[in-house]
């Protein structure tokens, strides 16, 4: 049982029996890994804008979603916060500390009441030293999500905005659980910081889109007209 929290605070010392979501990072875990995870997980609960962690402060810890939103920003060098992602149930996030504990890139906040479950780098690494054949598993998924950050680079520097723009709000879409004909609160700015594009460039892919019939865009945010159109757009090679 959760308790109602104001911020993150996990329920008991007790290990959890829920387990990790099959997903992500933890998709090519074998089973022993994917057990060896769960008997560690802790539960947290977030009320609606309790923060998780602050951009720099320690991460020694990954957490997998179960339930919620959850929002991941950054503080520009002049100090104005930009968005990064949104992230729902079954998202996996923060496994480099399962490698490298350091300071978090990104400070997490609860949009929605949520909750995760926590799972600790020095639990694993006690498990390692007992159970040294998962450490080949570990660095197998480590390759793996290195190899994963390498396609997103490449896409972030290679594919043009419109494709992006449509991958991104295709995404979400599907975190916010906003279907077709429904309104998804992001202002073009805030749109913008998701895609690493300008304000004014987002707007003028927007305004094609609209005179397509593919978005509309109202004071309520954005909504989506054509998914079929627009998932085209987010995959050219597939038309």
């Given at each position: ?78 100090g104005r916060k ?148 627009l998932q085209m ?7």
């Open positions: 049982m959760f308790a109602s929290l104001t911020g993150p605070h996990p329920t008991g010392a007790a290990m959890s029996a829920i387990p990790l979501p099959d997903s992500g990072f933890l998709s090519a875990a074998s089973d022993d890994l994917k057990r060896m995870l769960a008997a560690q997980a802790a539960p947290v609960d977030l009320a609606v804008g309790a923060v998780l962690f602050e951009q720099g402060t320690p991460g020694e810890s990954l957490y997998a979603i179960l339930e919620g939103r959850l929002e991941f920003s950054i503080l520009s060098a002049t930009l968005s990064l992602d949104l992230m729902g149930p079954g998202a996996v996030f923060g496994e480099i500390t399962l490698f490298d504990p350091g300071p978090r890139t990104a400070t997490v906040t609860a949009l929605a009441p949520s909750r995760l479950l926590r799972v600790r780098h020095a639990d694993v690494l006690d498990n390692i030293r007992r159970n040294p054949d998962l450490a080949d598993d570990l660095i197998r998924l480590a390759g793996q999500r290195m190899r994963w950050m390498g396609r997103l680079l490449n896409e972030q520097v290679f594919l043009p905005l419109s494709t992006r723009l449509a991958r991104r709000l295709l995404h979400l879409c599907a975190v916010a659980d906003v279907g077709e004909g429904g309104a998804l609160a992001l202002s073009q700015a805030e749109l913008a910081e998701f895609v690493g594009a300008t304000r004014e460039a987002v707007s003028k892919t927007l305004s094609a889109w609209r005179k397509s019939g593919v978005i509309e865009v109202g004071r309520g945010g954005l909504t989506v007209r054509d998914r079929a159109a757009l987010a995959d050219p090679e597939a038309i």
